[in-house]
């Protein structure tokens, strides 16, 4: 686990709310990764740039941060390609059933107050918690 990082923390919150705060305010658009990403497939034209966009700031932001701090990210994975593609191919599943992921539901959903995605985001948690125990072999 990473050592407690409060100021990092708060500003990263911070840059996360202002980053939804203007989708939303600016392009009526909800901040929800798995919906952007799955509507990039059919998209056209100035739909799909601005998911683009989106998606490469991600990318960007991410290999910035990496330069920046290179010990950030932990070591890399050793886990095999098996295993990762069975857990992303899950959480597809999971953010379609969910009709949403934890970006849109638990930063943009609970924000606005929405009943549904309170709920998906307990669902989210607690079955984040129970893999975890039955992972590492607690249940």
């Not at 959480?91 to 709920?119: A, D, E, F, M, Y």
């Amino acid at each position: 686990m990473m050592g407690f990082t409060p100021v990092g923390s708060t500003l990263g919150g911070l840059v996360l709310g202002v980053a939804i705060s203007l989708l939303i305010l600016f392009d009526g658009r909800i901040a929800g990764i798995s919906g952007i990403v799955g509507r990039s497939f059919g998209a056209r034209g100035g739909d799909l740039s601005w998911r683009l966009y989106f998606l490469g700031g991600l990318v960007v932001g991410g290999l910035l941060w990496r330069l920046g701090s290179p010990g950030v990210f932990g070591a890399a994975s050793s886990t095999g390609l098996a295993t990762l593609a069975t857990g992303g191919f899950l959480v597809g599943v999971g953010t379609t059933l969910g009709n949403g992921c934890t970006s849109g539901h638990g930063l943009c959903g609970i924000s606005r107050l929405s009943p549904r995605s309170i709920v998906a985001t307990l669902v989210f948690v607690a079955t984040g918690m129970l893999t975890v125990a039955v992972t590492r072999g607690r249940l």
